[in-house]
């Protein structure tokens, strides 16, 4: 079985673009989470999207939204972009029976440097 | 509000050492943990989860054990190889919303 899939895997933007992250999760998974690491902040938690669903999210400015498709595959989108925005993408996927118990499986992430 | 401490790196031992990598919680109720590792270059990588106090996880030759009367989740190998050398990662989660919360990371080194 596939494992999580993010294109790209590295980008460079310029301060004021925006930029789309794609995900694809493992086959059969519903639910679709977004992390940020940096070296000063770590891993963040971005947001998760189930049933095309934004189910939680975490403390980050309006600039940074997602969205979920029918096939439970994932975007998300960054809006004038920060030079703070430079980081470490990474999504995961979870079958999501509905419990903490669920694991979360990871992509290799999608390096974004923003200049 | 829910957290993750993990002991500070870097950590470096000698191939065949004893491995241990201390890692506390602060959460209400019962949220399952995990430790990932996180090769350079790579995205994280699950190693082992508990789900309940008391429950060991194992992988690898690693393990860690859920302790709730302290809540820690310490992580140890009885003999490390240079590939192992990787930045660990403990974490939590609770029921419902994806979310994990994970600690500040701790690198590893094994030298041959």
């Known amino acids: 079985k596939a494992g999580v899939t993010q294109t790209p895997r590295y980008l460079i933007k310029t301060r004021g673009q925006q930029v789309t992250l794609s995900c694809s999760p493992i086959s059969g998974h519903r639910s679709v989470s977004w992390y940020q690491q940096t070296p000063g902040q770590g891993l963040q938690f971005l947001f998760e999207y189930f049933s095309e669903t934004q189910r939680n999210k975490g403390n980050f400015p309006g600039r940074f939204s997602g969205r979920q498709f029918s096939n439970s595959r994932s975007e998300m989108n960054v809006s004038t972009l920060e030079l703070g925005d430079s980081a470490l993408y990474l999504c995961a996927s979870s079958l999501e029976t509905g419990g903490s118990t669920d694991t979360q499986y990871f992509g290799p992430g999608t390096r974004l440097t923003v200049l | 509000g829910d957290s993750v401490t993990q002991m500070e790196g870097p950590v470096t031992l000698s191939e065949e050492a004893f491995l241990t990598i201390n890692c506390t919680y602060t959460a209400t109720g019962y949220p399952s943990l995990f430790w990932y590792v996180q090769y350079p270059g790579e995205g994280l990588q699950l190693l082992l989860k508990?789900?309940?106090?008391?429950d060991k996880g194992s992988n690898k030759g690693f393990e860690a054990t859920y302790r709730k009367e302290t809540t820690s989740f310490h992580l140890e190998k009885g003999s490390v190889q240079v590939s192992d050398s990787a930045v660990y990662f403990c974490a939590l989660s609770r029921a419902f919303g994806g979310k994990l919360i994970f600690g500040q990371g701790t690198e590893l080194s094994v030298k041959p």
């Open positions: 508990a789900t309940k106090a008391d």
